[in-house]
């Protein structure tokens, strides 16, 4: 028998998502497949129609023309004209009796190539193609030449699998669409398993390792049914039973105690020695000492944050469009500053959200606030599918804002006392990478969704994914309460404002947070998508270039977090971040095309993959003493609440600009404002430490 | 059936659910884009078509300018090659007043009917510049699109049931480690309880859970050996035969 190399947990839930990628892409490709052949015979018709009728009328065209060799340069611009014209034309030519090549336009078809040898039909083996007899019809007693056009061909060559190409020239869609299912299956199952399976076995593994070591002082708490519901009852027996024997063998002690008679002493004093000694290597729960209490996972709020960010993000490829539609002359507001306001206030919302959460938390219990928040966000997105002015826009934007500020902000605080200072942001991986992966999938398939549908139906269809992501966090947090019955209780309320007047810790915030921020929601949530929309492309492809960019920051968060825990790399990422940004945006002034869009989208979302994670593992440095206490949610509360107004700043100082300067200039300026940045934010963090020097003669914390 | 059966069946169940969930979600954006697909190429197949239909009819008007005799045969013409065509009308010729095809048809407006108009272009051999407006109704390719939807409900129902069904059989067999992991952990600890011999899964590789209850195991009897002497040689006079751990 070999050791344990893998985990059957993992092993079950690898199984499970197989299972998962295996039967979604084989219903999906298959739907597709098998109705291609059903396609393909009902629109054959349609399409041979169509070439008919273009053959027909290019008949008519060279009706006029003789056939010689001399009207051949003639023949071939009605030739090239008719490739043009007909687009399932790929290949044209006249061949006379004696399989001579009169004139021919287009590619030619590998097998034309000894037209002596074979017969026309024999050649075109890779394409389909239609042979005319020109002596056959009414037509041609007008084609005249030396042979008089008898025994004369039209050869129309047309794309194999012509009708194939036209059906599936959406696969690139299909096959995000399909990504993005197969994604949200992962996760779905993913805490299923977490939940039901995960969590039942960490607690049952808790308790056996509590045992193992001698402490009998908890049991396993009523849990809802699960699989090892029989296991955890016979620990619960076995416990009971320990205590109950430590218990028989103390009214023993007693009884021999109170007896008096001196033959019992030996063993009075036998029985208490060996008492002694267990107590001194086990705990039982009649010792009057605490159980330690393991701590909730966090990774059990990732399916409902998962979700609602991948709500929130299903919007981004097309909302400054979706605001544009509510523009009109009468409201004397800039177009590009109105499809900013939304997204500002939604921002402001936010920042206002992250920085009262502890207000809130004081006062409610975080699970009460994470399903308010939830539901808020539900009636906010409802709201939006059915705006009807500016007014209505931002109101139910404002209301999202808050929804999803507080939905992420309570995430944080349910996620931060398990994040480590030492390994902070790696720790913090566990609240951004669902956020990441949820945002990375929404805007890709919002802009498939939008492509097919009103703007307003996909914020309906956020709306009822914000309402899946309530009903999915109440699930979990109802099951979780009953093994964890203190989860999510009141805090008491801490200051909020008066870390900011730490000087190092305000200019980082200032330097660090606020123009990055400023330059993801600017650039990402209103420039591509409004660029690319002038640009003439829709938001499948605006989606995609925002979601090229989330997944750079999705691969590398990690690999940053890392380095930024391990090896204390944090200064020189953001300032190196800083420079990919501002030269990205300086270089490529010339907003000329898609690629050079995409080129920016995709250096300026590197350079803030190196900023993200590495402003996180700052944290723990600039407020150490903060970090070493429950302090450190209000450390993180402010960042957060400076980020969102970072967010905020971006479009509004974007709309500003633009309508006073072209594309190209804009992107200079913020080139030029950035590069200034990571100047100022290079010479103070050379000549500070993030962290201050503590006294040698200092407590430690 | 003990409770930890009935939960992983109920566990085997939710991730059918899920699965069957986005196995309809997936089989329904297919279907929905494969339908778009099929009703944008449908259409455009049809359209193209019918706008060069419209390009010759207005061509050899343009070119036949002088013969207004030769206006309503043209128009037969077409209307015979594409019986669909419901009504042609014509506007801009030189040496006649717009005409309309069939005269006092006026073709009814709606959704089912599609308007092909050939751009007009002035073309300089032409002796006139006329536009042509078709309408085509598209009865025929409605009914196409009928029997497609009605094709892709009937695959994609199947298609999701078939799959769901083998879905479950995958996730039952997929979750059997799990069932026989957690019922001989159970039945193992309570022959510990009850001092009786146990058993090791009979399996060339132990998952990490497997070994680690093994542990857990090993110092539980451990544990019950040490208890039992405590009590055993607390009350007696026996010499303890080894010191605790």
């Not at chain 1, 291609?36 to 399409?47: A, G, K």
């Not at chain 1, 949820?438 to 307003?456: E, P, R, W």
């Not at chain 2, 957690?182 to 001092?195: E, I, K, P, T, Y």
Request: aromatic share 10%.
């Amino acid at each position: 028998m070999n050791a344990a190399t893998s985990t059957l947990m993992n092993s079950l839930q690898r199984k499970i998502f197989i299972l998962i990628t295996v039967v979604t892409c084989v219903g999906f490709i298959g739907i597709s497949d098998i109705t291609s052949s059903y396609d393909e015979t009902n629109l054959s018709p349609l399409y041979t129609a169509k070439i008919d009728t273009s053959t027909k009328y290019l008949l008519q065209k060279m009706s006029a023309l003789e056939l010689s060799a001399s009207m051949a340069p003639r023949l071939a611009v009605v030739f090239n004209g008719a490739l043009n014209q007909t687009p399932e034309f790929t290949y044209l030519a006249i061949m006379d009796e004696k399989k001579d090549l009169l004139v021919e336009a287009g590619d030619r078809p590998g097998g034309l190539v000894n037209l002596d040898q074979k017969q026309p039909q024999q050649f075109f083996d890779e394409q389909i193609i239609h042979v005319h007899p020109l002596s056959g019809t009414a037509l041609s007693t007008r084609l005249r030449g030396p042979r008089g056009g008898h025994g004369s061909v039209l050869l129309v060559g047309t794309k194999n699998g012509g009708l194939r190409g036209h059906l599936f020239d959406r696969l690139p869609v299909l096959l995000s669409a399909l990504l993005a299912i197969v994604w949200l299956g992962f996760e779905i199952v993913r805490s299923v398993l977490n939940i039901h399976m995960r969590i039942p076995f960490q607690v049952l593994a808790d308790q056996m390792a509590r045992i193992r070591v001698g402490d009998f002082r908890s049991k396993i708490p009523p849990q809802p049914s699960n699989p090892f519901t029989n296991m955890a009852k016979s620990l619960n027996t076995f416990v009971n039973r320990i205590n109950g024997h430590f218990v028989v063998m103390q009214i023993l002690a007693g009884d021999l105690e109170t007896n008096g008679d001196p033959a019992n002493q030996q063993t009075r004093k036998r029985l208490s020695a060996h008492m002694a000694q267990l107590l001194d290597r086990f705990y039982f729960a009649e010792d009057g000492k605490t159980p330690p209490a393991s701590p909730a996972p966090a990774s059990a709020i990732r399916l409902p944050l998962f979700l609602l960010s991948f709500t929130e993000l299903l919007t981004y490829s097309f909302f400054p469009n979706f605001a544009a539609e509510f523009h009109t002359p009468e409201s004397g507001l800039d177009i590009h500053l109105f499809m900013a306001l939304p997204l500002s206030l939604f921002f402001a919302a936010a920042a206002l959200a992250s920085a009262t959460v502890h207000f809130w938390s004081a006062r409610l219990p975080l699970n009460t606030i994470l399903i308010i928040a939830a539901l808020l966000s539900f009636v906010g997105y409802g709201g939006l599918a059915f705006s009807t002015s500016l007014y209505d826009l931002l109101i139910w934007r404002g209301i999202t804002g808050l929804a999803i500020g507080l939905f992420f902000a309570a995430c944080q605080k349910f996620v931060l006392p398990f994040a480590a200072p030492d390994s902070f942001s790696g720790s913090m991986n566990t609240f951004s990478r669902p956020l990441l992966a949820g945002g990375l999938l929404g805007v890709s398939f919002g802009g498939v969704l939008a492509s097919h549908l009103l703007f307003s139906e996909v914020v309906l269809i956020a709306a009822l994914c914000a309402l899946i992501s309530a009903v999915t966090l109440m699930g979990t947090l109802r099951h979780l309460s009953e093994i964890w019955p203190d989860l999510g209780q009141s805090e008491a309320p801490c200051g909020f404002f008066t870390l900011l007047s730490t000087t190092r810790f305000s200019v980082f915030l200032i330097l660090a947070i606020l123009p990055s921020r400023a330059v993801l929601s600017g650039v990402f949530f209103l420039l591509i998508p409004v660029y690319l929309s002038e640009l003439g492309f829709g938001p499948v492809e605006t989606g995609w270039v925002l979601a090229a960019a989330a997944l750079i920051n999705f691969i590398l968060l990690p690999v940053f977090a890392g380095l930024a825990d391990r090896y204390s790399l944090v200064k020189l990422p953001i300032f190196t971040g800083f420079l990919f940004i501002g030269a990205a945006a300086v270089s490529l002034t010339q907003w000329q095309n898609a690629l050079t869009v995409i080129s920016v989208a995709i250096i300026i979302g590197f350079g803030l993959a190196f900023n993200l994670a590495p402003t996180l593992a700052a944290l723990p440095k600039l407020c150490a003493k903060e970090f070493s206490s429950p302090d450190r949610a209000r450390v993180v509360m402010i960042y957060r609440a400076v980020e969102a107004v970072g967010m905020l700043a971006g479009p509004l100082i974007l709309a500003g600009l633009a309508g006073t300067m072209g594309y190209g200039q804009i992107l200079y300026s913020i080139g030029g404002a950035i590069l200034l940045i990571a100047a100022l934010f290079g010479i103070f963090f050379s000549i500070f430490r993030l962290q201050p020097k503590v006294p040698d003669d200092a407590p430690h914390p | 059936m003990v409770d930890q059966d009935i939960h992983i069946s109920k566990l085997t169940g939710f991730v059918t659910l899920v699965v069957g969930g986005l196995l309809v979600v997936a089989i329904s954006l297919g279907a929905y884009l494969n339908y778009h697909a099929y009703q944008s190429t449908l259409l455009e197949l049809t359209r193209s078509r019918l706008l060069l239909v419209a390009t010759d009819l207005q061509s050899s008007l343009n070119n036949a300018s002088h013969q207004p005799s030769k206006y309503r045969q043209f128009l037969v013409d077409v209307m015979k090659s594409e019986p669909s065509i419901r009504s042609i009308q014509v506007s801009g010729l030189s040496r006649a007043t717009d005409i309309k095809w069939p005269n006092k048809l006026t073709p009814p407006l709606s959704d089912n009917t599609m308007i092909i108009e050939a751009p007009r272009a002035v073309n300089a051999d032409a002796d006139a510049n006329v536009a042509v407006t078709l309408h085509y109704a598209l009865n025929y390719e409605r009914q196409l699109l009928a029997d497609k939807r009605r094709h892709l409900g009937v695959i994609s129902l199947s298609g999701a049931l078939l799959l769901t069904v083998l879905a479950w059989i995958t996730a039952h067999l997929i979750l059997r480690p799990l069932r026989s992991f957690s019922r001989w952990m159970a039945q193992d600890f309570n022959a510990v309880l009850q001092g009786q011999d146990t058993t090791v899964p009979d399996t060339p590789v132990l998952w990490q859970e497997e070994t680690a209850y093994l542990d857990f195991q090993h110092d539980t009897r451990v544990i019950l050996n040490v208890l039992k002497e405590a009590e055993d040689y607390g009350l007696t006079d026996k010499p303890t035969t080894r010191p605790l751990p």
